[in-house]
């Protein structure tokens, strides 16, 4: 089946490094998505990764894909204050004929001075 | 800016009633999706279209409806509401119908009273 979970809360300090964790069930994932979404606005795409990837780098965040435990991550580097928002993960499946996308629950990230 | 545009921005209504939400896809993709966005069930997918027809159907209500136009605009009915719909509806589109990012519209929040 499909499901994508993450950790609900996330607080660091501003100038820290954040990590927040995805994990998911389906194997024949294709491309996983990094989703932010501020109070009151849409959902906005940061960044993706297709399953045969283990990395990708695009300024200060990093997306790192373990296929193996169906793990991914998302690190923000200096995290800032206007980084608070929530954060979802999201797949997408190989082969199929639609392309909507399988979404976790959302990581609020709460970024103190 | 995504480029989806979601009309109107905020919705209050009696239960029993019918509305409809509007939403313009980027321009150039051809898929459209209707999200709904609530806390306790987080984001649930409707339905997509691809270039006017019906591609993929989620878990969407048998009051609910929506439709590709030529022009790739779509819009969602709601009927016979009920306080339980009040939720944020998000669109988003995509420039195919698979394995593509979704690009997320403001959404609009629907209050039923």
């Known amino acids: 089946g499909e499901d994508v979970e993450q950790s609900l809360f996330l607080s660091v300090r501003e100038g820290d490094s954040s990590v927040i964790n995805c994990t998911y069930t389906?194997?024949?994932?294709?491309?996983l998505y990094w989703y932010k979404q501020e109070p009151g606005a849409g959902l906005q795409l940061l960044t993706y990764?297709?399953?045969?990837?283990d990395m990708k780098q695009d300024q200060r965040l990093t997306v790192l894909l373990n296929k193996k435990d169906k793990h991914l991550s998302l690190r923000i580097a200096d995290t800032q204050t206007g980084d608070s928002a929530i954060y979802f993960c999201?797949?997408?499946?190989?082969?199929?004929?639609?392309?909507?996308?399988?979404f976790g629950k959302g990581t609020k990230l709460s970024v103190k001075p | 800016d995504s480029g989806v545009t979601q009309t109107p921005k905020h919705l209050i209504t009696a239960t029993g009633q019918r509305v409809t939400l509007r939403c313009s896809p980027r321009?150039?993709?051809?898929?459209v999706y209707w999200y709904q966005q609530s806390l306790d069930q987080g984001l649930q997918f409707l339905i997509q279209?691809?270039?006017?027809?019906?591609?993929a159907k989620g878990n969407i209500l048998e009051r609910f409806s929506a439709q590709q136009f030529p022009d790739l605009h779509s819009e969602l009915n709601l009927s016979s509401l009920e306080l339980g719909d009040s939720a944020l509806y998000f669109c988003?589109?995509?420039?195919?119908?698979?394995?593509?990012?979704?690009?997320f519209g403001n959404g609009t929040r629907l209050t039923v009273t």
């Open positions: 279209y691809y270039n006017g027809e019906e591609r």
């Open positions: 988003a589109s995509s420039v195919a119908h698979t394995n593509s990012p979704l690009h």
């Open positions: 999201a797949e997408t499946l190989w082969g199929g004929s639609q392309g909507n996308l399988i």
């Open positions: 321009s150039g993709d051809l898929s």
């Open positions: 990764i297709f399953s045969n990837m």
């Open positions: 389906d194997s024949s994932s294709t491309y």
